[in-house]
């Protein structure tokens, strides 16, 4: 009988997302879910203090203990979160997956967002405070820097977009789905958080 090979989630899942979850479902769909879902959960703090230029009122260390006291707990929170909407939302659609299922797939399609942690590392060589504050003296005064700059931020678009990618396969597997319809159980999902909002919003402005 031939034996499959085991698949290493930290690397494969870059190609093979479909196989990758399926394999992790099938051994343990708990598997580390939590701390990963912690370590993604820190780098979107970092990626949000950069995004609002926290460094205007922090400095760089204080900017860490910010992202890792706080993503790991927003992390996990949002992997809760997400899996509930993306089960109850998905089963409107046929979708066959379990809560657990959809945790591990949302935490595992996150191994992309993890590795991408890595570019801090030079980004912070080189930009240091600059990558959270408004004015950016040092790199605007040379333009190797604003190139390397921006050619990172080019890189991460891209990480971010196929690390979407990922996820809607990710998910399709354990739904059941085709990508498409995991793309629609996406959507689906952000809107009945959205469209409730909204309302109440429209609902204050209009008594207002």
């Not at 996406?186 to 429209?202: D, G, Q, T, Y």
Request: hydrophobic share 60%; proline share 4%; net charge neutral.
């Amino acid at each position: 009988m031939h034996h499959q090979q085991q698949l290493n989630p930290w690397f494969s899942m870059w190609t093979k997302p479909r196989a990758t979850i399926q394999q992790i479902i099938d051994n343990n769909p708990q598997h580390l879910v939590l701390l990963l879902a912690a370590i993604a959960g820190f780098g979107e703090v970092l990626n949000r203090a950069s995004f609002k230029s926290l460094g205007d009122r922090f400095e760089l260390p204080y900017i860490f203990i910010i992202a890792a006291a706080l993503g790991p707990f927003l992390g996990i929170i949002g992997l809760y979160i997400g899996s509930f909407l993306f089960r109850w939302v998905g089963s409107w659609l046929g979708g066959e997956a379990s809560t657990q299922e959809i945790r591990a797939a949302i935490a595992w399609a996150g191994v992309l967002s993890i590795w991408s942690l890595l570019l801090w590392v030079p980004e912070l060589a080189l930009f240091g405070q600059e990558l959270f504050t408004t004015a950016t003296p040092r790199i605007d005064a040379s333009p190797l820097l604003a190139v390397t700059l921006l050619g990172f931020s080019i890189a991460e678009i891209i990480l971010g977009l196929w690390a979407l990618v990922v996820l809607l396969k990710c998910l399709a597997q354990v739904q059941g789905f085709s990508a498409w319809k995991a793309l629609g159980n996406l959507i689906l999902s952000a809107l009945v958080i959205v469209v409730p909002i909204m309302l109440l919003v429209f609902a204050f402005i209009a008594l207002v």
